[in-house]
Structure formats: structure tokens, C-alpha cells
């Protein structure tokens, strides 16, 4: 476990917005040093769309061990192989091996969340089903109101509730300013693995549009779809399934290979996991008692580190905040300090949607001959683990 913990946020109150990753870690540090934590998330559940997430190189390990959630996600690992891309035929292209799609712990990220859940809920208050409609700062607090329970002023707010984040939208300004539309969207699923999908996943591309499909490596009665492809921005609200579920019937209407029968299965998806391929840039992660964590502040959709980087900022944040006793003048910028080349480096150039579907024919003959290398894809592999361990973890014990 994490060893005895501090009491040096004893008296804090400190409000988390997002249930996902970040959110719980965050919370399982806060009150590791004594806080009086509650997390907000707008969904009525803890959520358990999406596929799986990976860990890699010391930091993210190294958080992990600390956290003392190692070992559980080690014998959670979903063992997934490798990934081929084939043509209509199903003739193989080139395989990526197990190691890229998975660096060195893989993990379902519902479990993730779970793990991280449940890690901190006998320390923190949980409120689902509710969000945070205004904030206003005053020399004493932040007086935080919601769309259903009573205002409350706390010492801080985080802002961990991913790239359409409503902290950053009421603390700094519109989404548009800090999201940009890379030019993709994806959506994924589970359903009943009825046709024999194998853990290998295998994945079709023509210009534009990705479809793949694997057995669930821990259960091979699940199946998961995950689909890429090109597509304006999205003008629809974030939380209409059924716009979202039209929207991917017209982009992947009559393609071959196992296409319709994918598409088959997505009236019956009891979760999907839907958004657009998109880059957060924000100039100031902190502003006041304000602070914005993981994909809210630095994300990459798909960008492949978002989880890892957001364990490690988590760990960051509240360690600065106990260093500095809670106070947030010292705390805050110190944490932006420590962290930002870390998170920005990777994310920087990032677009994996033109990497799993692109958008010409003459990109796709590129990448697909660019990935047949296997030089290419230990290089790959090698950069994004040097990147991920690129930051020296504080020790934070006092
Ligand atoms: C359902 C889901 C599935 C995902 N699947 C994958 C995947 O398969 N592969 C991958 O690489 N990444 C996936 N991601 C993204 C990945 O979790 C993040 O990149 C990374 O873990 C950083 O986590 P985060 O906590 O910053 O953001 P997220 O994991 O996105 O969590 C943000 C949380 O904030 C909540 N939230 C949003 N708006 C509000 C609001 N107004 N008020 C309160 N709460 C709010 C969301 O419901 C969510 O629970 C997924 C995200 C989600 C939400």
C-alpha cells in the first residue's frame, strides 16, 4: 500500500470534477495526505465504455507501485496480442506487435477505473449524476454551484473531467478555444463474440475509415468494435447516443470485410464509447484556486499516454499541495512546473486518427508501407517508452 499516510491537507476541502482516471487518483492522493475530498461525475455510474489502456516505462509503473495497485492490475491484464491489418480478403498488411498496442501492462479501462474507484471511495465522498453548473472564487474559497445539489464553497477545485471538460469551459472559457477537431471521431463497443473474434484483433482500412474488431483477451464470449474515421466537427451534444450511432452508420455504410456485420451490432451496445479525435491546449493549467488535471488540461484523444500521464499528474498534484500544506499560491504552479514538458512533449504532433485511418489513399499506401518495417515499429516502441519515463518522480514523504 501506499504507507502511512500525512495529515498535511488536514482541513482542506478540495472538490474533484470527473470520475474517470485522473479524477479517483487524484482523490486517493488528496486524502492520502489528510483532505476532505469529494468527486463529482456526471454520469449516473462509474463509466465503463472504452477498450483497453496501457502502461509504460518507470513513471507510469512507479505511480502505480506506489498507489499500491500494481499487483491487482497485473492480474487484470487483458493479455490482448497482437493487431493485423488485412485487406477485404483478410489477407494480412502487417502486424503490429502486442507490445505497441499494449506496452507493458494492459488493462481494460473500465477495470482501471474501477481499481481507482474503488482504492478511494472509503477516503472520499462520490456524487454521480450530478455536474458542477457554476464557480465563483472569493478571498476564502470557491463557491461551487450544481445542476442538482446544494452550493458548497470549497478550498480548491480540479477540473478532471476530460477533454469537454465543464471546469476549464466556467474557469477559463469556451472549448473552443483550448480543443481542436484533429479531423477524425471513433467509437467503440462491446458485443457478443458470436463469430469467433480472436484476441488478435484484426483491422480494415480503406481512405478515411478504420474498422477493427478483437475477442476480449480476459472473457472470449465479448468481443469489442473500435472504429476510426474521418469526419467535420461534431455539432451534436456529446451525450445523444442516437445521434452518434447515425452519424457512424452513414461514414461506414457499404464497406466490405466484416463492416455490416459490426454495424449490426450497435443497436444492441449497452455502452459506446464515442468522441471526437481531438488536442487540448491550454496556455495555464492553474488559474486562482482553479487546476485542471489529465485529458481536461493535456489530452490527446487516443493519444496512447493519456492514462499514465494522468496517474502521474495526479501523484504530482497532490503532493505539491501536501508540500506546500495546501497552499494553493505555492502548490499550483509548482505542479505546472514539474509537469508540463512531461505532458506536452508527447502530445505535441500527436494524431492518431491519421495513424489508424488515413485520409487519402496515398497516406494509407504510406503508412501501411512504413509499418511493414520492422525497424519502424521497434523504433515506435522505443520512443514512446523514453517519453513515458521522461520525468523524474518526487518522492513526496514528509
Ligand atoms: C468512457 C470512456 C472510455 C475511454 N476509453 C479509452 C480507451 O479505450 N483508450 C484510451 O486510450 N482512452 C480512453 N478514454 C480516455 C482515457 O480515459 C483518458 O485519456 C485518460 O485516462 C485520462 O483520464 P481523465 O480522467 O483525464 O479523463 P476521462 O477518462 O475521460 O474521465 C473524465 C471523466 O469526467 C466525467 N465528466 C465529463 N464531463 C463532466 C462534467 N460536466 N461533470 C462531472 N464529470 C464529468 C466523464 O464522464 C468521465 O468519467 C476513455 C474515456 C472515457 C470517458
Given at each position: 500500500m501506499t504507507g502511512t499516510g500525512t495529515s498535511r491537507l488536514r482541513g482542506k476541502r478540495i472538490l474533484i470534477s470527473g470520475a474517470g482516471v485522473a479524477g479517483p487518483a487524484l482523490a486517493h492522493w488528496l486524502t492520502h495526505h489528510g483532505a476532505d475530498v469529494t468527486v463529482v461525475e456526471v454520469a449516473p455510474t462509474l463509466r465503463g465504455g472504452g477498450f483497453a489502456v496501457d502502461f509504460r516505462g518507470s513513471a507510469h509503473l512507479g505511480v502505480l507501485k506506489r498507489m499500491g495497485i500494481l499487483d491487482e492490475l497485473r492480474s487484470?491484464?487483458?493479455h490482448g496480442g497482437?493487431?493485423?491489418?488485412?485487406?477485404?480478403?483478410?489477407?494480412?498488411?502487417?502486424?503490429?506487435?502486442?507490445?505497441?498496442?499494449?506496452?507493458?501492462?494492459?488493462?481494460?479501462?473500465?477495470?482501471?477505473?474501477r481499481v481507482l474507484y474503488e482504492c478511494s471511495k472509503p477516503h472520499a465522498e462520490y456524487i454521480f449524476g450530478d455536474t458542477v453548473t457554476d464557480l465563483n472564487e472569493t478571498p476564502r474559497g470557491v463557491r461551487v454551484d450544481f445542476a442538482r445539489g446544494a452550493s458548497r464553497t470549497v478550498d480548491l477545485v480540479v477540473g478532471a473531467d476530460g477533454l469537454h471538460s465543464c471546469i476549464r469551459r466556467i474557469a477559463l472559457g469556451p472549448e473552443s478555444r483550448f480543443v481542436r477537431h484533429l479531423g477524425h471521431c471513433l467509437a467503440g463497443w462491446e458485443f457478443p463474440n458470436t463469430r469467433g473474434w480472436s484476441p488478435e484483433a484484426e483491422q480494415f482500412n480503406v481512405p478515411g475509415r478504420m474498422a477493427s474488431a478483437g475477442a476480449d483477451g480476459r472473457d472470449e464470449s465479448r468481443a469489442g468494435a473500435f472504429l476510426v474515421f474521418s469526419c467535420p466537427p461534431v455539432t451534436h451534444d456529446w451525450h445523444d447516443a442516437q445521434a452518434h450511432k447515425a452519424l457512424i452508420k452513414r461514414a461506414f455504410d457499404g464497406l466490405p470485410w466484416?463492416?455490416?456485420?459490426?454495424?449490426?451490432?450497435?443497436?444492441?451496445?449497452?455502452?459506446?464509447?464515442?468522441?471526437?479525435?481531438?488536442?487540448?491546449?491550454?496556455?495555464?493549467?492553474?488559474?486562482?484556486?482553479?487546476?485542471?488535471?489529465?485529458?481536461?488540461?493535456?489530452?490527446?484523444?487516443?493519444g496512447g499516454m493519456g492514462v499514465g500521464t494522468?496517474?502521474?499528474?495526479?501523484?504530482?498534484?497532490?503532493?505539491?499541495?501536501?508540500?506546500?500544506?495546501?497552499?494553493?499560491?505555492?502548490?499550483?504552479?509548482?505542479?505546472e512546473a514539474r509537469l508540463r514538458r512531461y505532458a506536452a512533449v508527447w502530445q505535441r504532433g500527436a494524431n492518431p486518427g491519421e495513424f489508424l485511418a488515413p485520409s487519402t489513399a496515398a497516406r494509407l499506401r504510406l503508412r501501411n508501407a512504413?509499418?511493414?518495417?520492422?525497424?519502424?515499429?521497434?523504433?515506435?516502441?522505443?520512443?514512446?517508452?523514453?517519453?513515458?519515463?521522461?520525468i523524474e518522480l518526487p518522492s513526496y514523504t514528509f
Open positions: 487484470l491484464q487483458t497482437a493487431m493485423r491489418c488485412v485487406d477485404a480478403q483478410g489477407r494480412e498488411i502487417f502486424t503490429l506487435p502486442a507490445e505497441f498496442a499494449g506496452g507493458e501492462i494492459e488493462v481494460r479501462r473500465a477495470d482501471l477505473s466484416h463492416v455490416p456485420d459490426l454495424l449490426s451490432t450497435l443497436d444492441d451496445a449497452r455502452e459506446l464509447y464515442f468522441d471526437s479525435i481531438s488536442r487540448v491546449s491550454v496556455p495555464s493549467w492553474t488559474a486562482g484556486r482553479f487546476a485542471l488535471l489529465g485529458d481536461a488540461a493535456w489530452g490527446v484523444t487516443l494522468g496517474l502521474v499528474g495526479a501523484y504530482v498534484l497532490a503532493g505539491e499541495l501536501a508540500a506546500a500544506r495546501g497552499d494553493h499560491h505555492v502548490a499550483l504552479p509548482a505542479y512504413m509499418f511493414r518495417r520492422s525497424l519502424v515499429r521497434r523504433a515506435l516502441i522505443a520512443s514512446t517508452k523514453s517519453l513515458a519515463s521522461n
